[in-house]
């Protein structure tokens, strides 16, 4: 290699290298802004602002959807599993939007509870067939089973 | 021991390395390969798609909609492939300044884009039913869009600037910054709290996914990169006899074209 391309080699390089190291520092100190949301525990810790919109998310706690008969409004529970927030909601809710599933949800804080505007699904990383998921489902309700009776 | 008369490891690569940039030299392998990858691509994506369609089960939560994964995923995969080979491309054209990179990365810029493109479009319309929104700026899709506007401004810079040699030099150094953000897209479902998921197939566990599943998107992925090289390589050509139209090898290569199709 020739001395003139070794340094224009090392030039690449050190651009490279420096607007990483510059990028990374400004990502860090911007941590927070770019999460898209507020875990339950942040809430119940007084960390989420007061008075603004602001986004919360984490699991609908099993059994807390309980649906209005007379409008769309639902109301549940959602949890980081340390600690849960209630939310109330009026409006279609998405496909994925079922009880131990990962939501996103928008709105304002109103004393304890949060009063969404919207409702967000999140999906997780596993792809399933119905079958196996079923097949998933039933080893864990023998193992809960057989947990149960041998206590 | 070797004697003097052999060449070291390193210098026969440098040889090869300096050869392989030779554009007459780049033409004639891009003529013997590209019936490979057309046809491979070709037959890789339509037994990806039936494969995909057909023959993987539906999601246990997604139902059919999943199968939008067949689209989005390599293309996704692809656009972030492309970079690296876009961003290599202009350290090559800053560092040895060799016509053939700049032709790669100025060929790959526009595929690109169409496959952010296409992932961005699919991952919306599959985010409505899904998600519940067609947009929201967390982590992932904002960085990903972010990508979709350095290739834009890549293909933009190089050709606003009308001495050749200088837009390339441009434009390398804007691919090169932008290789910051590849990490960031990757590892942005990680870092921040995001509405997309993590990774299924690209971690370091075991995927994720049903293997019924898996296999046809990874047959879509290797038709997926295929069909770049395929493109790439004919808008290299294409930008090569262009740029060295005046040289003796495009000469004979038009000269010979006729009687090679007589015979």
Redesign the interface.
């Known amino acids: 290699m020739r001395a003139k391309r070794k340094q224009r080699l090392y030039l690449v390089i050190l651009l490279v290298a420096g607007l990483s190291v510059a990028v990374g520092l400004t990502l860090m100190a911007l941590q927070q802004n770019i999460n898209l949301f507020f875990t339950p525990t942040q809430i119940v810790d007084g960390k989420a602002p007061q008075g603004v919109a602001f986004r919360i998310g984490g699991m609908v706690v099993d059994d807390s959807v309980k649906r209005s008969d007379q409008d769309l409004s639902v109301q549940f529970a959602i949890t980081d599993t340390a600690k849960s927030v209630p939310v109330l909601y009026t409006g279609i809710l998405p496909d994925l939007f079922r009880e131990g599933q990962g939501v996103v949800a928008l709105g304002r804080l109103d004393g304890k509870t949060f009063v969404a505007s919207e409702v967000l699904a999140k999906h997780d990383e596993n792809y399933m067939a119905p079958e196996a998921a079923e097949a998933i489902k039933q080893a864990n309700a023998q193992m809960y089973k057989a947990q149960e009776e041998s206590q | 021991m070797s004697s003097s008369s052999t060449l070291s490891l390193t210098d026969r690569f440098?040889r090869w390395f300096h050869g392989f940039g030779s554009p007459a030299r780049f033409d004639r392998f891009a003529q013997k390969a590209l019936p490979w990858f057309s046809w491979g691509a070709g037959i890789l994506l339509l037994a990806g798609l039936i494969g995909g369609l057909f023959y993987a089960?539906?999601?246990?939560?997604?139902g059919e909609?999943?199968r939008i994964?067949y689209v989005h995923v390599p293309a996704a995969w692809m656009s972030l492939f492309t970079y690296v080979v876009m961003a290599m491309a202009g350290?090559v054209t800053?560092?040895?300044r060799m016509k053939l990179a700049d032709a790669v990365a100025r060929a790959s810029a526009p595929l690109g884009a169409s496959f952010t493109a296409l992932a961005l479009i699919t991952g919306s319309l599959w985010g409505k039913?899904?998600?519940?929104?067609y947009w929201?700026?967390?982590?992932r899709l904002t960085s990903y869009l972010i990508l979709l506007f350095l290739y834009l401004g890549y293909i933009a810079l190089v050709n606003a600037i009308a001495d050749r040699r200088t837009g390339s030099r441009a434009g390398a150094?804007l691919a090169?910054?932008g290789?910051?953000n590849l990490p960031?897209i990757h590892f942005s479902v990680e870092?921040?709290?995001?509405?997309h998921?993590?990774?299924?197939v690209t971690k370091f566990d075991a995927p994720?996914?049903?293997t019924?599943?898996l296999i046809p998107l990874l047959i879509m992925f290797f038709g997926y990169q295929l069909y770049y090289f395929a493109v790439m390589l004919l808008r290299v050509r294409n930008e090569l006899l262009d740029t060295e139209r005046r040289t003796q090898w495009v000469a004979n290569l038009i000269m010979d074209e006729p009687a090679r199709d007589k015979s």
Do not use: E
């Not at chain 2, 089960?57 to 997604?62: G, L």
């Not at chain 2, 039913?129 to 929104?133: A, D, F, L, N």
């Not at chain 2, 870092?191 to 509405?195: A, E, F, I, R, S």
């Open positions: 440098w089960p539906a999601d246990y939560q997604q909609s999943f994964i350290a800053l560092i040895w039913p899904m998600w519940g929104t929201v700026w967390d982590g150094v090169l910054v290789v910051v960031i870092w921040w709290n995001t509405l998921q993590g990774a299924t994720s996914i049903d019924r599943m």
